[in-house]
Nanobody
Framework: QVQLVESGGGLVQAGDSLRLSCAAS????????MGWFRQAPGKEREFVAA????????YYADSVKGRFTISRDNVKNTVYLQMNSLKPEDTAVYYC?????????????????WGQGTQVTVSS
């Protein structure tokens, strides 16, 4: 069993930065691939970024490539999403998720555990 708790969301202006954190319980965290997804009002949940179990591979949606960075600390059982140059279209609830295969994936169905989400709002 893995529990995921996101934090770091908030209200910012366009061009600002935020760092989201996702703290995981459980000793098996280091074996999981981790992902960030987001869901805006009236839209489907979409992939943002993913990282494999040891941080050696990362994946990004085209819409955030070059602005967002995913990283992990397997000692602290935490995965991060550094978001720079935020845009109003980045406004959404951001969810972290754990993939038991360890690979990380761009597909939501690959993830077994999900957090409750943290709201990010970017004003223009």
């Amino acid at each position: 069993q893995v529990q995921l708790v996101e934090s770091g969301g908030g209200l910012v202006q366009a061009g600002d930065s935020l760092r989201l954190s996702c703290a995981a319980s459980g000793r098996t965290f280091r074996g999981y691939g981790m992902g960030w997804f987001r869901q805006a009002p009236g839209k489907e949940r979409e992939f943002v970024a993913a990282i494999n179990w040891n941080g050696g591979n990362t994946y990004y949606a085209d819409s955030v490539k070059g602005r967002f960075t995913i990283s992990r600390d397997n000692v602290k059982n935490t995965v991060y999403l550094q978001m720079n140059s935020l845009k109003p279209e980045d406004t959404a609830v951001y969810y972290c998720a754990a993939d038991r295969s360890g690979h990380g994936s761009t597909y939501a169905y690959a993830y077994y555990y999900w957090g409750q989400g943290t709201q990010v709002t970017v004003s223009s």
